[in-house]
């Protein structure tokens, strides 16, 4: 989730850096602001392509899985109970990260509110402010309708199976 923070202060970058006029910024300056913005895209993109999608190659890299002793434990859990209580913790810490921050952002929203004149994309604080809701929004929904996201795996997951078991046979 920390990855979606980084969009709103990429996109004031990108704001910053476009928005000078041809007549105060030189080309050089543009051109500039054009290769830093394509260098961070490409690292961005790098990084949570690694971390995201190629996480066996960074555990085989870094060497993660070697040296320890399997050992098995065994619980008596049911699959959807533990997915219900891992959609609870996933959730209730997405809230508890966001809140805080979110009612900053509402606080920094309405004080610049006056110096922006009332205009929602003109404050800065107003991305944030989105991110921050959409979040909050997400966590608490996880928190509270967490049956409702475990019957959407399991319906998930058994047409995947279903699947997998038409293409072997």
């Given amino acids: 989730?920390?990855?979606?923070?980084?969009?709103?202060?990429?996109l004031n970058t990108m704001?910053?850096?476009?928005?000078?006029?041809?007549?105060?910024?030189?080309a050089l300056?543009?051109?500039n602001?054009?290769?830093?913005?394509?260098?961070?895209?490409?690292?961005?993109?790098?990084?949570?392509?690694?971390t995201i999608f190629k996480t066996d190659w960074v555990i085989n890299k870094?060497?993660?899985?070697?040296?320890y002793e399997d050992e098995r434990?065994?619980?008596?859990?049911?699959?959807?109970?533990?997915l219900k209580i891992v959609v609870m913790i996933i959730g209730g810490w997405l809230l508890i990260d966001s809140l805080p921050i979110l009612c900053v952002q509402v606080f920094s929203y309405l004080q610049?509110?006056?110096?922006?004149?009332g205009n929602f994309t003109q404050n800065p604080a107003s991305k944030y402010l989105i991110i921050y809701s959409i979040k909050s929004t997400i966590g608490y929904f996880m928190l509270t309708c967490s049956r409702m996201v475990v019957n959407?795996?399991?319906?998930?997951?058994r047409k995947s199976v279903v699947i997998e078991e038409k293409e072997e046979g």
């Fill in 1 to 10: 989730m920390q990855s979606l923070i980084a969009i709103p202060q990429f």
């Fill in 15 to 26: 704001e910053y850096f476009f928005s000078a006029s041809p007549i105060t910024g030189s």
């Fill in 29 to 31: 300056s543009l051109l």
């Fill in 33 to 50: 602001g054009l290769s830093y913005a394509i260098i961070l895209i490409g690292i961005y993109v790098l990084i949570i392509r690694y």
């Fill in 62 to 67: 870094l060497k993660l899985d070697t040296g």
């Fill in 73 to 82: 434990l065994e619980f008596n859990i049911h699959r959807s109970t533990l």
């Fill in 112 to 117: 610049g509110r006056e110096q922006y004149g």
């Fill in 152 to 157: 959407f795996i399991e319906v998930r997951r």
